[in-house]
């Protein structure tokens, strides 16, 4: 079972370049959302969504955009990177009830020059 | 901002011996969940307790919590050096799954 499959695992950007981090998940669950962790920190939510079609705002969504076009993928933008976006991505996934644990990818590790 | 904060920020101990972590919090909550994570790794989820729940047990993992206190603990029993994480608490809440976290508590469990 492959879960939720984070692509890349590195980046290097340079300032005001452009990039999509990709999230796919194979369980069929509904809720997808993007985390970023910063070092020594616990993990801020950017964005999320509950279903295809249907996403929101977190509490750091300044500087990205997310699509939900299907149920498996739930891509991350940044429009034009900055180093303060310089941080450890987390895509995670799960049932809509909130009372069901979520399950993390692996992380992209995103350094911007 | 950051609803838990987490307690001691890290932890040393050797093999064998028990680690216990805190977790406090400052809202009404639905349920509160522990994840570790490994060196360079992902959250991996280790146990949910809901808000009308005292206490709960998973294998080497108890976890308490006390609404009234906004608090959380986690005691992991007979450590082992594969325990070496950082562990987190999350809160979650009524509405939908979004989850926040604390800042984390490092362990080492030394051989």
């Known amino acids: 079972n492959a879960g939720v499959t984070q692509t890349p695992k590195f980046q290097v950007l340079k300032t005001g370049q452009s990039m999509t981090l990709q999230c796919a998940q194979d369980?069929?669950?509904?809720?997808m959302s993007w985390y970023r962790q910063d070092p020594g920190m616990g993990l801020r939510l950017i964005h999320y969504?509950?279903?295809?079609?249907?996403?929101d705002q977190g509490e750091v969504p300044n500087g990205y955009n997310v699509s939900r076009s299907t149920t498996e993928d739930f891509p991350l933008r940044l429009l034009s990177a900055a180093p303060s976006q310089t941080s450890v991505y987390f895509c995670?996934?799960?049932?809509?009830?909130?009372?069901?644990?979520?399950?993390f990818g692996d992380g992209t590790r995103l350094s911007i020059l | 901002s950051q609803q838990g904060e987490e307690d001691p920020q890290a932890l040393s101990i050797q093999e064998g011996e028990n680690a216990t972590m805190n977790c406090s919090y400052k809202t009404s909550i639905n349920n509160l969940q522990w994840y570790r994570q490994n060196s360079g790794r992902g959250l991996v989820h280790l146990i949910l307790i809901r808000s009308n729940e005292r206490e709960k047990h998973s294998g080497r993992l108890r976890v308490t919590l006390d609404t009234s206190k906004k608090s959380s603990s986690l005691l992991i029993t007979a450590s082992r050096a594969a325990d070496t994480a950082s562990y987190f608490c999350?809160?979650?809440?009524?509405?939908?799954?979004?989850?926040?976290f604390g800042g984390g508590t490092r362990v080492l469990v030394k051989p």
């Open positions: 969504s509950v279903g295809a079609g249907i996403t």
């Open positions: 995670a996934s799960g049932w809509a009830d909130s009372n069901q644990p979520q399950h």
């Open positions: 369980m069929n669950h509904e809720y």
């Open positions: 999350a809160t979650g809440f009524l509405a939908g799954n979004k989850l926040t």
